[in-house]
């Protein structure tokens, strides 16, 4: 996060307008409107799946439509190496945090909860990559917050990282279910995968 930098002007760059682009289907279409205003609308904007859950978020973005968006901006390099940022505890720009955390990036940027940032650049990493964020991620999975565990076993899986199955392995004993869940699921993977 830059230094004196108005989060709430860039957040209302980044954000969807309200109207026809936040009821798009619930296909993977990006949106063709270019975004002007926030607006968070209601759950009955969000288009519901057939079991009856909200498909799309309220942002009107998914993660990883939100993450393609910034990397198509910035390129994909440089989201990786600001997530890798994020992993280490340094800042980046607020305009990131927006784009990788969306509406809720504001309590966050307010001074709440702060190792939502690692979450989010982990998360970042399961829809932008490169091999320079390897490191970040064996660093996600020695986290103190599980959350940010759970999301590097998640992305460790994801991107078939073998030089990181002993550091998974290790989380199978995690007190926290779902980063047992997520070590236990990486390992599979790893080891089906030959990895």
Known sequence: MVVGQD????????????????????????PTTTPSRFSL???????????????????????????GLECARRGTAEVVACC???????????????????????????????????????????????????????IALADESWRVREMGAKVVARRLLGEDLAAVAELRNDPVARVRLAAARAITILTAAGA
């Open 7 to 30: 989060h709430r002007a860039i957040q209302t760059e980044l954000a969807l307008p309200a109207g026809p682009a936040a009821r798009l289907p619930a296909v993977r279409a990006m």
């Open 84 to 138: 890798v940022e994020l992993l280490g505890r340094r800042d980046v720009d607020d305009a990131l945090v927006f784009a990788i955390g969306g509406p809720a990036a504001r309590s966050v940027l307010d001074g709440r909860q702060q190792y939502w940032l690692r979450v989010w650049a982990a998360r970042a990493l399961l829809y932008a990559w490169n091999d320079a964020a390897r490191e970040a991620v064996l």
């Open 41 to 67: 609308g209601s759950m009955a904007r969000c288009p519901m799946s057939c079991w009856g859950m909200p498909s799309r978020s309220l942002w009107g973005l998914t993660p990883r439509e939100s993450i």
